[in-house]
């Protein structure tokens, strides 16, 4: 069993940066490749960033350049740094861990999940 606790979001206005936080408690953190998805409303639950135990990271194309994630092993916690936030950003954003093999764009391949964490940016 995995827990996943979100924290980090808010209200910002368009350019600004906010960032995301993700604790993880329970199995051994650095054995499993993690990821980032937001939700908008009517919407479907969407990649924006994962990583792999051994660092390699992958995007989604609307946030490359803007968006970093990153993993600390030894604290237990994945981060995202969101920069150049735009008001297309805003939705509730998910941390997920994916426990067998890495199929990192597919949300329902990850087996478990934190309970969000609302971003919404102003124009």
């Known amino acids: 069993q995995v827990q996943l606790v979100e924290s980090g979001g808010g209200l910002v206005q368009a350019g600004g940066s906010l960032r995301l936080s993700c604790a993880a408690s329970g199995r051994t953190f650095g054995s499993y490749g993690m990821g980032w998805f937001r939700q908008a409303p009517g919407k479907q639950r969407e990649l924006v960033a994962a990583i792999t135990t051994g660092g390699s990271t992958n995007y989604a194309d609307s946030v490359k350049g803007r968006f970093t994630i990153s993993r600390d092993n030894a604290k237990n916690t994945l981060y995202l740094q969101m920069n150049s936030l735009k008001p297309e950003d805003t939705a509730v954003y998910y941390c997920?861990?994916?426990?067998?093999?890495?199929?990192?764009?597919?949300?329902?391949?990850?087996?478990?999940w934190g309970q969000g964490t609302q971003v919404t940016v102003s124009s």
């Open positions: 997920g861990v994916q426990v067998t093999g890495w199929a990192y764009r597919q949300a329902e391949r990850y087996d478990y």
